[in-house]
């Protein structure tokens, strides 16, 4: 069983910058493909940033909105996936969840919006406000 606390969230003027941590204990991260996935009030999930598994080579994705302005990465040795969030826009107010799962690909986790039971492992989230 993994348990996945998310941090660093907070309140930040547009053009700031937040990085937020997912941390995990049980298990390790690297055999999972893991995602940020984010929702704002009144509107669907959607998969912000994903990374893959090691076996996968990490490989990383973005929805094509926060390409360029956030990037994902792990820390092997802290077993924490990080999402460096730059140059923020009101729009990216939101509720961002970490979600790790052991089949669903990088790509699904950015284009579906899927039912949280749907991962394995589903974190509680941590809120971002960008807001002047």
């Known amino acids: 069983q993994v348990q996945l606390v998310e941090s660093g969230g907070g309140l930040v003027q547009p053009g700031g910058s937040l990085r937020l941590s997912c941390a995990a204990s049980?298990?390790?991260?690297?055999?999972?493909?893991i995602g940020w996935i984010r929702q704002a009030p009144g509107k669907r999930r959607e998969g912000v940033a994903c990374?893959?598994?090691?076996?996968?080579?990490?490989?990383?994705d973005y929805r094509n909105s926060v390409k360029g302005r956030f990037t994902i990465s792990r820390d092997h040795a802290k077993n924490t996936v990080y999402l460096q969030m730059n140059n923020l826009k009101p729009e990216d107010t939101a509720m961002y969840h970490c979600?790790?799962?052991?089949?669903?690909?990088?790509?699904?986790?950015?284009?579906?919006?899927?039912?949280?039971?749907?991962?394995?492992?589903w974190g509680q989230g941590t809120q971002v406000n960008v807001s002047s």
């Open positions: 990374i893959s598994s090691i076996s996968s080579e990490g490989k990383t």
């Open positions: 049980g298990d390790t991260l690297d055999t999972y493909t």
């Open positions: 979600a790790v799962d052991g089949h669903l690909t990088c790509h699904t986790m950015i284009v579906a919006t899927l039912p949280t039971y749907d991962y394995h492992y």
